[in-house]
């Protein structure tokens, strides 16, 4: 069984930073593009950025480049998202999640790890 | 980058169909058929109910069913049940980046 479980999520001031990972079973992770999904309170999804099986590629939405850093560690299939120079518009619950191998969507999905950003 | 735009909510009685509009641009949806949708219920994690604009997990009822043309791909639900009342999502790769770009989102009703 597919499993993603996030961790590392807290309230933080504006400024500050955290680091999620997510941890993986259930498949064979380095044969996956992992992907992070973020979804502010009472608001819809926004893709935050992947990173390709090796991880020797990385993506990011604009939002959150030059801030944001997203690594793997395929010998403990798990996937970090480092936050930098948070902001309260960063506030959200993030989603670890599976890229589909080739189909472009995210087949399975962590249950998120809650960040506040707040003074 | 924008949000795909969906209708905000959209609501059908059980055992009628009813369809979900996400538009793109040519950048997105009108050039890749990799149009994603999920479902999502209050406090769940998202779920995946069609990939590739047309095909279904494993799992998922065949009463979901997904379709495209030009900018505009559509999530059609038949035969509507109480269990079907969430909100859902497109998704679709866009050549912007390169990235993926997530709907506006659309809270689907059971009246």
């Known amino acids: 069984e597919v499993q993603l479980v996030e961790s590392g999520g807290g309230l933080v001031q504006p400024g500050g930073s955290l680091r999620l990972s997510c941890a993986a079973s259930?498949?064979?992770?380095?044969?996956?593009?992992m992907s992070w999904v973020r979804q502010a309170p009472g608001k819809g999804l926004e893709w935050v950025g992947n990173?390709?099986?090796?991880?020797?590629?990385?993506h990011y939405v604009d939002s959150v480049k030059g801030r944001f850093t997203i690594s793997r560690d395929n010998t403990k299939n798990s996937v970090d998202l480092q936050i930098n120079s948070l902001r309260t518009e960063d506030s959200a619950l993030y989603y670890c999640?599976?890229?589909?191998?080739?189909?472009?969507?995210?087949?399975?999905w962590g249950q998120g790890a809650l960040v506040t950003v707040s003074s | 980058q924008p949000a795909l735009t969906q209708p905000a909510s959209v609501s059908g009685s059980p055992g009628q169909s009813i369809t979900i509009s996400c538009t793109g641009t040519?950048?997105?949806?009108?050039?890749?058929?990799?149009v994603s949708w999920y479902q999502q219920h209050p406090g769940k994690a998202p779920k995946l109910m069609i990939y590739?604009?047309?095909k279904r997990p494993s799992g998922v009822s065949n009463r979901f069913s997904g379709s495209k043309s030009g900018n505009t791909a559509s999530l059609t639900i038949s035969g509507l049940q109480a269990e079907d009342e969430a909100d859902y999502y497109c998704?679709?790769?866009?050549?912007?980046?390169?990235?993926?770009?997530f709907g506006t989102g659309t809270s689907l009703t059971v009246l």
């Open positions: 998704c679709s790769y866009s050549r912007t980046l390169p990235s993926y770009v």
């Open positions: 590739e604009v047309i």
């Open positions: 990173i390709n099986q090796d991880g020797s590629t990385q």
């Open positions: 040519s950048s997105d949806v009108g050039n890749y058929n990799l």
């Open positions: 259930g498949f064979t992770f380095s044969n996956y593009w």
């Open positions: 999640a599976r890229d589909g191998y080739g189909t472009g969507s995210c087949d399975y």
